[in-house]
């Protein structure tokens, strides 16, 4: 490529830590992100924990200040949608009908709150959270209100639940399945976190789901749900998973199934667009199986990956998921992959009441994925662990007297 073009599309996290590499690696081509947002790339994790507490600051979100982007030479375009691409052409096209060529293209569009397709969500007071914007909208309304239901027992809607009892508010917490958490830790670990929940005061309703928001003059009064029961709420989120972004790829002909489809490059089947993030559906090495991961990690490791392989170089991306979250004093970090069916036993150990512990998810003596709570030096040999896929016995995964670099 004589002038090579690299345009990144979505300012997110994958994004920003592309562009990144892209300028750390020397690439001296242009480099173009073209994000939806009003803003700057930023972190969403604070959004749903230390931001929305008012324990974290607006500025501390953001991954650079604005003067970066100028002094590596990456022209950002916020607030500017990316409508179409034009495969053949190599363009991308904007909401402005401004064109833009490329290269090699990185999709990094990550993902969108699910909706809930029952009747009042539009009213006032009923939210969803995703974005920066959003997450100061609930900031705001929590300093007012006084109630708050939360549909849907995921991650978002148990951090946003702590954040909201901080606050003082009272809550409660409609999950449709067993458990909150159910599919994403199994029945056991999922319910260490609904007992903390309940010990902290939110009313946690299972097998019950949101049958509509009920308002007058437009703003939110009541909850509803399918056994009728009424739950009076001047506060509501829905926070029931996250769909990605994947219409331009899809549009563009490219494979989409639960993602765009990539290989362990993070190449799609057309040899110049990439995608990273929440939005693809990579070939995974490590695990021998296509994952979509919606994390944070996943992000921040796919994006550099997604950069060197767009310059040409032999990398693959072989991280495994890692996710953590904050809820009240637990403080958590798990790695590796065992969805509901990949695993059969869940061994743990040391004081899971204390909430100082350690999960192993085991499929016959191999360890698919481990969670620590509240056990700082654990993370690099769990991650160890799993990545090893050693065969060690439940006895001496659940005897604390075994060091876990031993293991
Ligand atoms: C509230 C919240 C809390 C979270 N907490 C945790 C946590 O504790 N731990 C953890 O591991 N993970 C957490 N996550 C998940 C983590 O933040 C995501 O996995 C990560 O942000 C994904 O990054 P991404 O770059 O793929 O996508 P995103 O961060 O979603 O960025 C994609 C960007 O692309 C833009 N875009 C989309 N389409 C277009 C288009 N056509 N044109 C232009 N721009 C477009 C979007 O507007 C968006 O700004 C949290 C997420 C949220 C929302």
Known sequence: MAHPRLVVVGAGLAGVTAVETLRSEGFDGSVTMVGAEPHAPYERPPLSKGFLMGTESRESVFSHPDDWYREHAVELHTGVRVTAIDRN?????????????YDGLLLATGSRPRGL???GTELVGVHQLRTLDASEGLKTALEDAERLVVAGGGWIGLEVAAAARIAGLDVVLV????????????????????????????????????????????????????????????????????????????????????????????????????????????????????VRVEHWANARSQGPVAARAMLGQ???????????????????????YAPPGAYERVVLRGDVAGLTFVAFWTSGDRVVAAMHVNTWDATEPLTELVRSGRNVGADRLADAAVPLAQL
């Open 89 to 101: 052409a190599q363009v991308v096209e904007t909401a402005g009908s401004e064109r833009i060529g």
């Open 117 to 119: 397709d029952v009747p």
């Open 175 to 290: 999950e449709r399945g067993d458990v909150p958490l159910g599919g994403a830790l199994g029945p056991r670990v999922a319910q260490v976190f609904a007992d903390l929940h309940r010990d902290h005061g939110v009313g946690v309703l299972t097998h019950r789901e949101v049958r509509r928001f009920l308002g007058h003059h437009g703003i939110l009064e009541a909850v509803e749900l399918d056994d009728g029961t009424r739950l009076d709420a001047d506060l509501a989120l829905v926070a029931v998973g996250a769909v990605p972004r994947t219409e331009l790829a899809e549009a563009a002909g490219l494979a989409v199934d639960d993602g765009v489809l990539v290989d362990a490059h993070l190449r799609a089947a057309d040899p110049r667009i990439f995608a990273a993030g929440d939005v693809a559906n990579a070939d995974h090495p490590v695990l021998g199986r296509r």
């Open 314 to 336: 032999d990398v693959v991306h072989e991280d495994l998921p890692f996710f953590f979250t904050d809820q009240y004093e637990l403080g958590m970090e798990y790695v590796g």
